[in-house]
């Protein structure tokens, strides 16, 4: 890369920064990338450039401090992402999983990328996505018309009261199972030991949604609807709990990937017990639930709760 392709942030008088690089990135032609080195960490530009330019660029650190950033700022080649897919229309949420394609966590790839990463064929692809069309029903809900705090409260009854009520269940399944056939089975000590490890992370993950950024989203959507943007809560923005969100969202997409390895894809031995085919039955049933709850929140609720702020922000 070029010196052109490079921007020094430090240098540029502060009232012209972000608009020099969004310049910059608008002229840059799909599939290019250019970057910034900076003397702090620019996410603040990422949630800018995220929220005035949506899903269509990457962002890789090629340096990470303490004394200089460099960022690669890469613009997608030309296509809608798989999150946007989905958000359209979840029916398509099953072709994607067919094939192998993380339209939760990954959402913000272009089909082809994702079809890269999952090493399948594009056309293939695409040619199951329209058959998805003419063979499945319309979808219950189309969670892209939703107001934001309405969405909150779905995804807290729908998939935070269902890992509440399940989650014990399948720890104590998990234990029962493990204890009974662990020593013919070692895996199971390792699915255990995954699934531990997930119920720690998602439990304080929930707390989070729940007590910081669901409410700060509801006052967003109130601040809005009053005309009063004395409502907001005093942060001071909310990309910042939705980059905490996200992170643990890979965290979480990583330990169910570990777990479907573990469960050789949720598939029970030849001659397994009840308790052993429930087990992994209810994994399964977990891991769809938290890829559509993530989805939820990634693809259609994130990009709504920054657009929002974006908008009350210009008053």
């Given at each position: 890369m070029n010196q052109a392709d490079t921007l020094y942030v430090p240098a540029l008088a502060p009232a012209l920064k972000h608009p020099t690089i969004f310049k910059h990135f608008d002229?840059?032609?799909?599939?290019?990338?250019?970057?910034i080195i900076n003397d702090h960490d620019p996410k603040p530009l990422y949630y800018q450039l995220l929220a005035e330019r949506g899903n269509i660029f990457q962002w890789q650190y090629l340096e990470n401090g303490p004394e200089q950033w460099v960022v690669e700022i890469k613009k997608n080649e030309a296509?809608?992402?798989?999150?946007?897919?989905?958000?359209?229309?979840?029916?398509?949420?099953?072709?994607?999983?067919?094939?192998?394609?993380?339209?939760?966590?990954?959402?913000?790839?272009?089909?082809?990328?994702?079809?890269?990463?999952?090493?399948?064929d594009v056309a293939t692809v695409e040619a199951a996505l329209e058959n998805a069309d003419a063979h499945t029903t319309t979808p219950a809900f189309d969670f892209s018309r939703w107001e934001a705090d309405f969405l909150t409260d779905y995804i807290y009854n729908q998939h935070h009261v269902y890992y509440y009520q399940e989650g014990p269940v399948i720890l104590e399944l998990a234990e029962k199972v493990t204890a009974r056939h662990g020593a013919q089975h070692q895996n199971l000590c390792l699915v255990l030991a995954l699934y531990k490890k997930l119920q720690e992370e998602l439990n304080a993950h929930f707390l989070k949604e729940e007590n910081i950024l669901f409410p700060f989203i509801?006052?967003?959507?109130?601040?809005?609807?009053?005309?009063?943007?004395?409502?907001?809560?005093?942060?001071?923005?909310?990309?910042?709990?939705?980059?905490?969100?996200?992170?643990?969202?890979?965290?979480?997409?990583?330990?169910?990937?570990?777990?479907?390895?573990?469960?050789?894809?949720?598939?029970?031995?030849?001659?397994?017990?009840?308790?052993?085919?429930?087990?992994?039955?209810?994994?399964?049933?977990?891991?769809?639930?938290?890829?559509?709850?993530?989805?939820?929140?990634?693809?259609?609720?994130?990009?709504?709760?920054?657009?929002?702020?974006?908008?009350?922000?210009?008053?």
């Open positions: 002229a840059l032609p799909p599939g290019n990338a250019f970057q296509g809608i992402t798989i999150g946007e897919i989905v958000a359209k229309d979840i029916r398509k949420a099953g072709v994607f999983k067919k094939f192998g394609i993380d339209f939760c966590c990954g959402g913000k790839k272009t089909l082809k990328q994702a079809c890269e990463k999952a090493q399948v509801k006052g967003l959507v109130a601040a809005k609807k009053a005309k009063n943007e004395g409502l907001l809560y005093e942060f001071l923005s909310i990309s910042e709990p939705i980059e905490m969100m996200e992170s643990e969202h890979e965290i979480a997409g990583e330990l169910l990937g570990h777990l479907r390895l573990a469960t050789d894809d949720f598939t029970p031995p030849a001659g397994s017990c009840n308790s052993f085919r429930l087990l992994y039955s209810k994994l399964q049933d977990l891991e769809a639930d938290l890829q559509q709850h993530i989805h939820l929140e990634n693809n259609i609720l994130f990009p709504k709760a920054l657009a929002l702020e974006k908008e009350l922000s210009k008053g």
